[in-house]
């Protein structure tokens, strides 16, 4: 699989490690009513879909950035790929 | 129809004509008391006991290809019960002595094999780590052996045991582990259901479930509704998307495993060995064939293939450990999805759907759980209470905190 990185072009998947659903980076407030049954969500459940899957990617032997890579896991054909740091800071605003 | 070696010389006499189909093909019928979802080695063994040890009436299978298409027939056959955890080995333990009177119970020879499973080691470390299994595993009155370098050397002269990095400085072993014939435990145990009076039904894929006041009342399907008195599911790979018709998210990813077998060779593996410093695991199949594998590839997939660099690192592990494996052309290579879970240890519990019952989880190791895991969800749908082997299996461990998880990983799947 190659990764279409939007800063350095298509990397080898080999590169980066793999970490899950980019709804990982929706982290729970701790201090927040409900905290406990949220984080347990947060860990342990997961959608887990055939199909389109937007997933985290660590460029750990690249540039050590992590991406937000959509890619179908049924054919493993990749979509796209940003910066989760832009993922990140588009959901702030 | 019983199978004997009498029946077998008959039949080889008078020119293989009385040979029969192994099970009925048989139309749905509008409802049954039990459904069991996915028509695997878990599905099977499931209605198997519930009809035979059980005595439940009125059960169906309901398979969305033919009947062992998943992963009972892509595994690498691999039986053993050389786990660490008090939540698991008695689970394990209890498979592995199912395993040994299989073939008698249900008359179909699933070429179980007890060959032995040779797990190496090659620092200081992890022999104190396999010492503390073996010592685990003999508390839960499975058989552990621990090997030194020159005994390992007496059954395997063949691997590498002056690897600057890696030296082979001995083995844990456990003789009664081994293998099996895959598409016979599916065969045997569907065979074994039919005879019982279960109504196996292929191409038919579920589609949804209809459930009314928290309540399941039978499955649509793509050959039209089927009531049932209870549901249960064991759909290894597909358990997330299954259980989302229900609307329930599960702790799983789906995971795709890769195995390979090169050409066939003359006997030279004696059971299964595992490399302990790589992701590399062989055996031979009794047609002469190498068979190994080694991790999952380790990003979500439902593709039921994988990607190079998996197998240019199981090629490395095998090159690493046994050298004159480079000699062995490749002859197939395939995958089979798992259902990673969020601990690596299975779920066999009842859902908050009432009626709804779910088997789930298995990994890359649920082949070896077969009996066990049919025998504990039977019990489980036909009693309502979990089997004693499975009680710490359940679905809420994760809210509760009480994971169990062997390797000290983390709720990450691709770690397990
Ligand atoms: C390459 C590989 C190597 C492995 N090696 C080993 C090993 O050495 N030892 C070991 O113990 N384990 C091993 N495993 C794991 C083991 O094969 C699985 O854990 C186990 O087979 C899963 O249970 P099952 O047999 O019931 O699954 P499956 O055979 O996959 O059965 C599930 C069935 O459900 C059906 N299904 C899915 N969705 C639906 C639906 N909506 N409606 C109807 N039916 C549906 C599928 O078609 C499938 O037939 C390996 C797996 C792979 C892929």
């Given amino acids: ?93 | 129809m019983r199978f004997s070696g009498f029946r077998v010389i008959a039949e080889a006499l008078t020119g293989h004509k009385g040979w029969k189909p192994l099970w009925r093909n048989p139309d749905p019928q509008p409802a049954y008391d039990y459904v069991i979802v996915g028509g695997g080695g878990h599905g099977l063994a499931t209605a198997y006991y519930l009809a035979k040890t059980f005595r439940q009436a009125r059960i169906a299978v309901l398979e969305k290809g033919w009947l062992g298409s998943g992963n009972i027939g892509r595994n690498t056959t691999i039986i053993r019960s050389n786990y660490l955890l008090p939540g698991n080995e008695p689970f394990y333990e209890f498979s592995m002595k199912l395993w040994e009177g299989l073939e008698q119970e249900f008359n179909f020879n699933a070429m179980v094999s007890q060959r032995g499973i040779l797990n190496l080691i090659h620092t200081d470390g992890q022999r104190d780590a396999y010492r503390r299994r073996g010592n685990a595993m003999l508390l839960a009155g499975a058989d552990a052996e621990l090997l030194n370098r020159d005994q390992v050397r007496e059954m395997a002269p063949y691997l590498n045991f002056d690897n600057a990095r890696f030296p082979i400085k001995g083995g844990l072993v456990q003789r009664r582990a081994g293998t099996a014939r895959h598409d016979g435990v599916a065969w045997g145990y569907a065979r074994g259901a039919d005879i019982h009076g279960v109504d196996l039904i292929q191409n038919c894929e579920v589609t949804g479930f209809r459930i009314e006041n928290g309540r399941v009342l039978g499955v649509e399907t793509s050959r039209g509704y089927i009531g049932a008195g209870k549901v249960g599911v064991a759909v290894a790979g597909s358990s997330s998307r299954v259980m989302a018709m229900a609307g329930m998210r599960l702790p799983i990813e789906s995971h795709v495993l890769q195995a390979f077998v090169s050409e066939g060779l003359k006997p030279l593996i004696p059971g299964v060995i595992t490399f302990g410093a790589g992701h590399f695991y062989v055996s031979q199949s009794d047609k002469g064939g190498l068979v190994f594998g080694g991790d999952i590839d380790g990003y979500n997939s439902y593709a039921q293939r994988g990607n190079l660099p998996v197998i240019e690192d199981v090629a490395e592990g095998g090159m690493a450990l046994m050298p004159m494996i480079g000699r062995a052309r490749l002859l197939r290579t395939w995958g089979g999805i798992m259902d990673m879970s969020m601990d690596g240890t299975p779920i066999i519990d009842k859902t908050p759907v009432e009626g709804l019952f779910l088997n789930a989880g298995w990994c890359y190791g649920g082949f070896k759980a077969t009996p066990a895991s049919g025998y504990a969800f039977a019990h489980l749908l036909a009693t309502g209470q979990t089997h004693d082997t499975t009680r710490f299996m359940r679905l809420d461990r994760f809210e509760r905190g009480h994971v169990i998880d062997e390797k000290g990983m983390g709720a990450q799947p691709n770690l397990h």
Avoid at chain 1, 4 to 15: I, M, S, Y
Avoid at chain 1, 50 to 55: S, V
């Fill in chain 1, 1 to 93: 699989m190659l990764i279409p990185h939007p800063l350095l072009g298509p990397r080898d998947a080999q590169e980066f490690t793999y970490l899950g659903d980019a709804s990982l980076l929706n982290r729970p407030d701790g201090m927040a009513e409900g905290a406990l049954p949220a984080f347990c969500d947060y860990v342990y459940l997961r959608d887990n879909p055939a199909g389109i899957h937007r997933e985290l990617w660590f460029h750990e032997q690249g540039d050590r950035s992590w991406l937000v890579v959509t890619r179908n896991t049924l054919t493993h054909e990749i979509l796209g790929a940003e910066l989760a740091r832009d993922v990140a800071l588009r959901r702030q605003k």
